[in-house]
């Protein structure tokens, strides 16, 4: 099933289920499920990585939205931005419906309910300036017993190779697709990028300094371009101790970019 509307019915949800949550400092508020799909640092980073420079960069697709967070904070930090956010998972759709309505979003962010296998998913090909995803991260292994969890967090009918595709779909030519991802499948994205997308730009996220390899990676491209890889600094979450370093702390609480995006 699929489903968007402007004036879109917000499906009840139990409230024991939902924690009451916020980003950016406040200045997004976030319902979520208590035992489920939990919004992490990555959907922030994500959204920070998001830049509009011109009226060509204001359509953004989300895909696979979960709960809205990545979407909701790049409505927040920038004013001009017309995002669409698609979900499969009935709850986690649900919840991304409410946020919108308790963030006064309604009209900036859209959401879409279904699968992006359905060919009648109700979404036009190359219609979007940019597009943001936060891909399950892991192809298998043990699943998680919670099965919205498991659902968020490993590819199941769609995987990597089907996300990054459909993103590559969806963006206009010379548009921009951006992927957090774990840093160990970087060789994967650049191979399933390789000869459709370019002027990438590859930002490590290092969990401690000290780390041997970072944690994950964003990987940012636009679509029928050929220019160099940009490898970036990128940024270090924590300090020794695992507390948050100042540069991250400011992200994570203002509604800003990262260095060098």
């Known amino acids: 099933m699929t489903r968007t509307d402007s004036a879109f019915h917000v499906p009840d949800f139990a409230e024991e289920r939902i924690s009451h949550d916020f980003l950016l400092g406040g200045s ?16 922030v980073l994500l959204a920070a990585s998001v830049s509009i420079n011109s009226r060509r960069d204001q359509k953004i697709l989300d895909v696979g939205a979960a709960v809205g967070s990545a979407g909701l904070c790049v ?37 879409v ?9 109700p979404l036009v090909a190359e219609s979007f300036d940019q597009v943001i995803s936060n891909p399950p991260f892991y192809a298998g292994g043990t699943r998680p017993a919670n099965e919205s969890r498991a659902k968020a967090h490993q590819e199941g ?11 590559l779909k969806m963006v206009r030519q010379k548009g921009r697709i951006t992927i957090v991802h774990r840093a160990d499948h970087l060789d994967r994205i650049i191979g399933l990028l390789h000869g ?8 490590p996220i290092w969990s401690k300094a ?17 220019s160099p890889v940009t490898l970036r600094r990128g940024i ?26």
């Open 28 to 43: 997004v508020t976030l319902k979520q499920p208590v035992d489920g799909y939990r919004a992490a640092v990555d959907a």
């Open 75 to 111: 409505a927040r930090r920038l004013p001009d931005a017309e995002v669409t956010g698609v979900e499969l998972q009935d709850d986690l759709y649900a919840l991304f419906c409410r946020n919108i309505v308790e963030n006064d979003l309604v009209g900036r962010v859209t959401p």
């Open 113 to 121: 309910h279904g699968d992006i296998n359905d060919r009648s998913l």
């Open 157 to 167: 009918t769609a995987d990597l190779k089907d996300w990054i595709h459909f993103c």
């Open 196 to 203: 459709r997308a370019g002027d990438m730009t590859i930002y």
């Open 210 to 226: 000290s780390a041997d390899a970072p944690l994950r990676v964003i990987v940012s491209a636009r679509k029928g371009v050929s």
């Open 236 to 261: 270090v979450l924590h300090d020794e101790a695992g507390v948050y370093l100042p540069e991250c702390e400011a992200i994570l609480r203002v509604p800003s970019a990262l260095p060098g995006f």
